[in-house]
């Protein structure tokens, strides 16, 4: 068939691409914003594993079969980009974030990212992940109706700015996380995300009053990080810090060239937009499947306090269950539903002959239920997990190949470490029907209302006689 599936432009000869629901773009979109997880489902049903949706400003086909998932990550630099897919976030993140560069730039800033979120700089991190939860815990009400995500954002804005930006407790510390929340609020309005999604020209936002204020708020943010750059540099004891920042200011590139501020901002942001919300609602999430499995919250909570009352995070760490746990969280709930690339050169994929220009993606939240992969992919079975490596085509909550996000290894620790630190202080029940409903706020999947639960004294662990 015939198409116009480009984003600079038709091409020049008739592709075949996966069909598409007969609904214009404006309607698709408003679909995908108010129902998403109905519509990838409808398509399934619809069309298979392979379709295309018109969600402005372009049209992108989505793949969740194992082999079509395979050549979207293996592709290399030059045949597969991403950073025109992710252009909705460069106005939080910046130009030089590591989303949006391409080639041999990505590759660049990949490079002198990977060591801060890797090795033994995890046991630092880990400390001061258990020192926020329980001091985050310590103000919750006893017995009384909390909303979790409210508490889990708290918990990763602290955990980010202390182990990223490197804020030392404090005024500074407070006065940048004010910032950011009052920034993040604004860039939840939709009133100021959808313009970003239909205008391409900034020119035409700047004065518009949701996008204006969300502009505000960023500035006001940026002036104290490249505040606390410049501290930083100047910093005698730097060498000493084990924070990102600090690392990243040391961190040299093959022609021994450091981050200029702008760079250090962007990929700043960068950790703070990839890893604030999506693990705050991930650890939402976990609790939701959790007390609305009573069986597996028992199985798991007992496997915590094997460890005490205050378990060490390398104890959490190499706990079997939790990990498990937090891997299914992440199969059955995706917090993100998929990761686009944009076709450098035509590509036979899923069966379909696609043209340079092509918008494509790797359907995540399909992936996680395809049934010829997990048998009875709608249950939360955590055992599933228990001595099993994840295949990184099924199994993408961090997308994957030369673009998996840079901060997984951290995110996954960090749900492991607060998670079980909840498990060892406190017991919990529901506080809302089970099984929350899917619902999308800003560009992730959370249970709606939050996760409303109830916290109650611990109950000493049962022994046997």
């Not at 017995?143 to 804020?167: N, P």
């Not at 004010?178 to 970003?196: C, G, T």
């Not at 099984?435 to 000493?460: C, H, N, Q, S, Y």
């Amino acid at each position: 068939m015939g198409i116009s599936n480009t984003l600079a432009g038709a091409p020049s000869k008739p592709y075949a691409i996966p069909p598409e629901p007969p609904l214009p773009m404006p309607f698709q979109t408003m679909l995908w914003v108010q129902r998403p997880t109905e519509m990838m489902e409808m398509c399934l049903r619809q069309y298979g594993s392979a379709f295309t949706l018109a969600l402005a400003p372009f049209r992108i086909s989505l793949f969740s079969d194992p082999e079509s998932i395979r050549t979207i990550f293996a592709a290399k630099p030059d045949e597969m980009h991403a950073g025109e897919v992710n252009r909705i976030l460069r106005t939080l993140v910046g130009q030089d974030s590591v989303l949006l560069l391409d080639g041999q730039e990505h590759l660049r800033h990949r490079k002198l990212l990977m060591p801060s979120f890797h090795g033994e700089r995890m046991r630092f991190y880990g400390d001061t992940m258990v020192e926020i939860t329980r001091d985050v815990m310590a103000r919750w009400p006893e017995g009384q109706q909390i909303t979790l995500h409210d508490h889990t954002q708290e918990i990763t804005l602290q955990v980010i700015l202390r182990t990223v930006f490197g804020a030392d407790a404090g005024p500074d510390e407070q006065k940048l996380g004010d910032q950011i929340k009052h920034m993040l609020a604004a860039a939840e309005n939709r009133l100021a995300i959808m313009p970003m999604v239909f205008l391409a020209d900034r020119k035409h936002l700047e004065n518009k009053a949701p996008f204006k204020w969300l502009l505000a708020r960023r500035n006001a943010v940026d002036a104290t990080i490249f505040e606390q750059i410049a501290r930083r540099r100047s910093d005698p004891g730097l060498a000493q810090r084990k924070d990102v920042l600090s690392m990243l200011l040391g961190a040299r590139d093959d022609e021994d060239q450091g981050m200029t501020d702008v760079e250090l901002r962007d990929e700043l942001m960068t950790a703070l937009a990839a890893g604030h919300e999506t693990t705050a609602t991930g650890l939402a999430w976990a609790m939701e499947r959790l007390l609305s499995n009573p069986a597996t919250y028992d199985r798991l909570r007992d496997e915590v306090r094997t460890c005490g009352d205050a378990p060490a995070p390398e104890q959490l760490a190499a706990l079997p269950y939790l990990d498990a746990t937090v891997k299914e969280v992440l199969r059955l709930r995706p917090v993100v539903p998929l990761v686009g690339r944009v076709l450098k050169k035509d590509t036979r994929l899923g069966g379909y002959d696609m043209p340079a220009g092509t918008a494509v993606g790797a359907c995540i939240y399909l992936a996680h239920r395809n049934p010829n992969v997990y048998p009875e992919p709608d249950q939360f079975k955590p055992e599933r997990w228990l001595g099993v490596t994840p295949d990184p085509t099924t199994w993408l909550p961090f997308g994957g190949g030369i673009r998996r996000c840079v901060g997984a290894a951290f995110a996954l620790y960090e749900m492991k470490i607060v998670l079980g630190t909840m498990l060892a202080a406190r017991d919990f029940e529901l506080a809302q029907p089970k099984d929350a409903r899917v619902r999308r706020r800003a560009i992730t999947f959370w249970p709606e209302g939050g996760t409303r639960l109830r916290t109650r004294k611990r109950v000493p662990l049962r022994r046997a006689a």
